[in-house]
């Protein structure tokens, strides 16, 4: 028999994550006390079981039978965070995209669990085609014909406690740098999705049973990258320089960079997609699913201060 309320087995696989970091916090701080985390990166999880002892933090390789199944006995949801996001060659994508999805999926109809929360990508969507967006397609569409009453949000770039890329990179270079390079003009238009507003979605869509929709979740403030980049400043204390070069010159400067760094933070495609304008759509997530919006400022602030998460950092 399923456990109900707030003592409902929750099931997190790839719950090491920023996502599943973050998720366990605002679990907890709503009273779930029955987490179980299921992840194969043993030092983030080791950071997870030091920050929350109480929560079951076991090491799992999904895209493998073993006992971690066995843990879909009586949980009462699931939410799905399991991805392979970087990597130059196609195996580790399908293992840990499409393969873990298929194993999660055969457990928990074995199982009978009743409830599904997938992590989805706004890449799906786009015209990208690379092993994350191709795998991650792949990932939603087994979700989707599963048969498992099931909800689906595809994010936006998100950032927030445990943010160990994106925003939390650029904090940290910053702390180290002597200058902060901005390509260009810098004013490239992001839509950066806070974790923290993120968690809070996901624990509305298991609290309401959402089931059976596809919501694209969005950051609802537009922020040009160099303001971006003044927030973090200002929010760190940091007084290092920003100063603008030549798009052509920061180019050339991330090539030369790959070539004595076989996993580069920043890459000369990366760089393309941050001067594309890609715009994505938004919708009233707030008044969809009753949580209220946290402001840009307010939320970078509360990424790099506050005092229990603001200086953890998870490895790559």
């Not at 992840?39 to 090491?59: E, F, G, I």
């Not at 919501?215 to 303001?227: A, P, Q, R």
């Not at 000369?268 to 594309?276: E, F, P, R």
Request: hydrophobic fraction near 40%; charge should be positive.
């Amino acid at each position: 028999m399923q456990s109900s309320g707030k003592n409902m087995k929750i099931l997190l696989p790839g719950g090491a994550g920023l996502v599943g970091q973050n998720l366990v916090a605002h679990l907890k701080q709503r009273g779930y006390a029955n987490l179980v985390v299921l992840d194969k990166h043993r030092p983030n999880l080791q950071v997870l079981s030091r920050l929350h002892p109480d929560v079951t933090a076991l090491y799992a390789d999904l895209a493998e039978p073993g006992d971690w199944e066995d843990q879909f006995r009586d949980a009462g949801a699931i939410v799905m965070l399991q991805a392979q996001i970087g990597g130059l060659e196609l195996e580790p994508f399908v293992r840990n995209n499409v393969t873990s999805t298929r194993r999660i999926l055969e457990a928990s109809r074995r199982h009978r669990l009743p409830y599904l929360v997938h992590i989805s990508s706004s890449v799906v969507k786009s015209s990208a085609d690379d092993h994350y967006t191709n795998t991650k397609r792949q990932q939603e569409e087994l979700v989707l014909a599963s048969g498992i009453p099931c909800v689906v949000l595809r994010p936006t770039l998100m950032f927030g406690w445990f943010d160990r890329k994106h925003l939390g990179w650029l904090s940290r270079f910053m702390r180290k740098a002597p200058v902060f390079p901005v390509p260009g003009s810098g004013r490239y238009m992001r839509q950066p999705l806070y974790a923290a507003d993120f968690c809070r979605i996901i624990v509305s869509c298991i609290e309401r049973q959402l089931s059976g929709q596809v919501f694209n979740i969005t950051g609802l403030e537009k922020v040009d990258y160099i303001d971006i980049i003044r927030q973090i400043r200002a929010a760190t204390g940091s007084r290092t320089p920003i100063v603008r070069i030549p798009y052509s010159l920061f180019h050339a400067l991330l090539k030369v960079w790959a070539l004595f760094d076989r996993n580069p933070p920043f890459t000369a495609d990366q760089l393309k997609a941050l001067v594309a304008h890609d715009e994505f759509e938004v919708i009233d997530w707030a008044g969809i699913f009753g949580v209220e919006a946290t402001p840009f400022g307010k939320a970078i602030d509360e990424t790099f201060n506050d005092p229990a998460y603001g200086r953890v950092v998870l490895e790559f």
